[in-house]
């Protein structure tokens, strides 16, 4: 059981603006940068946001991130039906000396 | 450009033993942590361990402490999981990652079956 909590899934229309937001605590979030992951259907994962709200290069500015407390929050506008993949979190967790993701959410576009 | 290359998949059967490697090019391996991250079939991910770039400080998810082992050989670009006493929980798709997932491999199926 993970110690991050994302919500199941998401969806809503192309060109529309969602959130997924992100749970956990002081031993993980609270105290540690966090990252978001894209995996694309049948693809290895792909990082997003690293920092808590750090881009790659080559990561549109569609996709943002940010954080407050002991939670954290993707956002991404300007919605495509290329954005149909699972999301997940992810921080190192001070208390269990072990890297942590959230359960993961799906992204739909209506 | 980045590469992660995983090899060392297969069928074991449980109480077995598998080596997973990972070829990696395109950085300076020696300067980053590495981990080894799974995904069983329809679920999310979890990581398994990490590796400091000098090999002197190792992480372990509990599910898998004392019977696996992560390694890295510098020399060769090289990351490895050996992965004794398998159980069928550990099936899934093992991808090695660079730092906390900056770069991702493509994956080695590992099932444990009888």
């Known amino acids: 059981q993970s110690v991050l909590t994302q919500p199941p899934s998401v969806s809503a229309a192309p060109g529309q603006r969602v959130t997924i937001s992100c749970s956990g605590s002081?031993?993980?979030?609270?105290?540690?940068?966090v990252s978001w992951y894209q995996q694309l259907p049948q693809t290895a994962p792909k990082l997003l946001v690293y920092?808590?709200?750090k881009r790659p290069s080559g990561i549109p500015d569609r996709f943002s991130g940010s954080k407050s407390g002991t939670s954290v929050t993707l956002g991404i506008t300007g919605l495509q039906t290329g954005d149909e993949a699972d999301y997940y979190c992810?921080?190192?967790?001070?208390?269990?000396?072990?890297?942590?993701f959230g359960t993961g959410t799906k992204i739909t576009v209506l | 450009e980045v590469q992660l290359v995983e090899s060392g998949g297969g069928l074991v059967q449980p109480g077995g033993s598998l080596r997973l490697s990972c070829a990696a090019s395109?950085?300076?391996?020696?300067?980053?942590?590495m981990s080894w991250v799974r995904q069983a079939p329809g679920k999310g991910l979890e990581w398994v361990a990490n590796?400091?770039?000098?090999?002197?400080?190792?992480y372990y998810v509990d599910s898998v402490k004392g019977r696996f082992t992560i390694s890295r050989d510098n020399a060769k670009n090289s990351l490895y999981l050996q992965m004794n006493s398998l159980r069928a929980e550990d099936t899934a798709l093992y991808y090695c990652?660079?730092?906390?997932?900056?770069?991702w491999g493509q994956g080695t199926l590992v099932t444990v079956s009888s």
């Open positions: 990652v660079k730092r906390v997932g900056d770069n």
């Open positions: 395109g950085f300076t391996f020696s300067a980053y942590w």
């Open positions: 590796i400091k770039p000098d090999g002197s400080a190792k």
């Open positions: 002081s031993s993980n979030i609270g105290n540690n940068n």
């Open positions: 920092d808590n709200n």
């Open positions: 992810g921080t190192w967790d001070s208390s269990l000396s072990a890297f942590v």
